[in-house]
């Protein structure tokens, strides 16, 4: 068997996989050794349902043509697990330089010797895996490896090949190869809610189960992720913005930890920085135009109820305003369509992405003829929306002269009511909650081609830089940096939530169809690794407030809104921004 370059990488001789004569093979972070039949790596991350093993030294994974053995050593965890071919389901698995990464389905009985090799117990805060269970990050093995070299990767695909007479079903494919995306996706999801790799320091470490995680449990029948094997409490480091200002987010050690490289951002560093972003980048009039919602408030506004729970009032709703009736107190003391952002931080399958609501106070396209906002001194926000009203006087009505919730009306086509006082939704009102998937896929068409648009095809699309002459429309817009996924479900799931806002808000009826409020997956810069996507909606956010769009015209290309040097540093700006205010906290009690 020869690679691309005419070398030898194994050959088999009377059934038997030989290596080439006296080699062994170096790899960076991973040390291999080639033996007859048999290939030993030190993998970067063994995972095995929410319980897993990362960066030890001295775990292995061998693979030979009977089975592959699992060695797990570190802390106190000391036992090994076989899997057999016939164990095997199917194994989706992705080998290059970039990312070598190999997801294991397997059946139930390896599940039963796998919990009880690695004493998992189902109680909160302890890891479980179970092949049958329908949460991702409790179902799957994960085998991730560092920079492995083509030939090792042929050798392990051969050795699959050689596994494959003795599997469950000798006809059945035990390798699937994906591409790098899927496998990105397949690992984001089964990616532990929370994390379970020790902190860098004693003083970080914790035994507790993240907000995060328990949310997550809440929602199913598996216990959440256990973070951390240690006796001490998680260490309060900041709480912020400090006292006396309302609304601060603790953070304590365990957050802090998630800043460490290869880590999921969890939802209070999340929470914490888009406050900074609003508090500390935002002129004064940009900040009263925009809303920053919580990383909670997608997840509450789309947690089902089930059909038992529900009161008396609330059997005869729809189920938008199901939704809302949820989160109906989250917006008491701001009135939403007084702003021309609001910022959405999504968490779903554990990949964080952002939706951003642009101008809910406009009812269609409107054209801004003047932008300059230099000769005014306003921020570029604010000046999008002084030239808004300059050119359009009939918009005036729209925007209230201050902040604070109100009565008030939309003026244009949409300010009367468009269904003889009934709710667009009523169509839906019959459905159960169970039904919101299908009134949802029901929309896929809703999300705007990323290449053409019709409508305004002689309009340049937007670049990162503000226009003079621009244009402005309420919409949609959701940045992903795994992008190929089909976002129409929460683009109509945030239209249904504006819809019965603001009929609640303003008793009077506006349509938000996507004729109105438009949806758009925004070309933006992509991750290339499984962990990022919480740095990059902090970085998206950053970004949208420090460079604003200037135009609003579909579609909007930004992949070169960042430097990926931005993403690089992005943790340790983060880690050094808290220890800094922590600082600045101490100095000010003293």
């Known amino acids: 068997m020869q690679d691309a370059n005419g070398k030898v990488i194994s050959r088999r001789h009377s059934g038997q996989l030989t290596p080439p004569p ?19 790596l030190t993998p970067k991350r063994i995972q095995i349902g929410s319980f897993q093993l990362t960066s030890s030294q001295t775990s292995k994974v061998t693979f030979t043509r009977h089975d592959i053995r699992l060695t797990l050593q570190e802390g106190d965890v000391n036992c090994s ?6 164990s095997i389901v199917t194994c989706h698995a992705h080998m290059s330089a970039q990312l070598s990464a190999m997801i294991f389905d397997l059946t139930p009985g390896f599940g039963v010797l796998a919990r ?39 050798a392990i695909h051969e050795l699959f090949t050689l596994m494959a007479p003795l599997a469950a079903d000798p006809k059945m494919c035990l390798w699937r190869d994906v591409d790098e995306k899927v496998a990105m996706e397949m690992m984001a999801k089964a990616r532990p809610v929370s994390s379970t790799q020790p902190p860098s320091t004693a003083e970080t470490a914790s035994n507790i189960t993240t907000r995060s995680s328990a949310q997550a449990a809440a929602a199913t029948d598996a216990p959440p992720a256990k973070v951390v094997r240690s006796n001490r409490d998680p260490i309060k480091l900041l709480t912020y913005p400090p006292p006396p200002a309302k609304g601060g987010i603790l953070i304590t050690s365990e957050d802090f930890s998630c800043l460490e ?42 947690q089902s109820t089930r059909q038992s729970m529900r009161t008396e009032d609330e059997t005869h709703l729809t189920v938008a305003e ?10 008491r003391n701001v009135d939403i369509f007084e702003k021309d952002f609001l910022i959405v931080p999504i968490n779903e399958s554990a990949h964080w992405f952002l939706a951003i609501i642009c101008f809910p106070w406009l009812d269609s396209a409107t054209p801004i003829v003047s932008l300059d906002s230099g000769s005014t001194g306003e921020s570029s926000l604010a000046a999008l929306r002084t030239a808004a009203l300059k050119d359009n006087p009939s918009l005036r009505g729209s925007v209230p002269a201050s902040p604070g919730p109100g009565p008030g009306s939309i003026r244009g086509k949409s300010s009367e009511p468009s269904v003889s006082g009934e709710s667009v939704l009523n169509d839906s009102s019959q459905k159960s909650e169970n039904d919101d998937e299908t009134q949802e896929q029901d929309e896929d068409e809703d999300e705007e081609p990323m290449e053409t648009d019709q409508r305004s095809a002689n309009v340049p699309a937007h670049s990162g830089s503000p226009l003079k002459s621009t244009v402005i429309q309420p919409c949609i817009l959701v940045f992903d940096s795994l992008a190929g996924l089909s976002r129409s479900k929460h683009i109509c799931t945030l239209r249904d939530y504006l819809q019965v806002e603001w009929q609640t808000r303003k008793a009077t009826q506006r349509l938000f169809t996507k004729d109105v409020i438009r949806g758009c997956s925004a070309k933006c810069p992509q991750q290339d690794n499984f962990s990022d996507c919480g740095i990059f909606v902090l970085q998206y956010v950053e970004s949208f407030f420090e460079t604003p769009i200037g135009n609003y015209i579909f579609p909007i290309k930004l992949q070169t809104w960042f430097p990926k040097e931005k993403i690089q540093f992005k943790r340790q700006e983060i880690k050094e921004l808290i220890l800094k205010l922590q600082t600045d906290v101490a100095i000010r009690g003293k």
């Open 22 to 40: 006296a080699q062994t093979s170096s790899v960076s972070n991973a040390a291999v050794a080639v033996g007859n039949d048999s290939l030993s």
């Open 81 to 86: 697990l076989r899997l057999e071919p016939k």
């Open 116 to 154: 009880e090799r690695l004493s998992m117990r189902a109680a909160p805060g302890a890891p479980w895996y179970d092949p049958c269970c329908k949460v991702d990050c409790r179902k799957r093995v994960l085998l991730v490896f560092d920079d492995v070299e083509p030939q090792v990767s042929q």
């Open 261 to 302: 490289e290869g880590e999921f951002i969890n939802d209070v560093i999340i929470d914490f920085y888009l406050k900074y972003l609003a508090l500390n980048t935002l002129h004064e009039r940009d900040r009263q135009r925009t809303h920053v919602f919580s990383s909670f408030f997608y997840k509450r506004l789309t």
């Open 322 to 331: 199901r939704r809302h009736r949820r989160v109906r107190t989250w917006t």
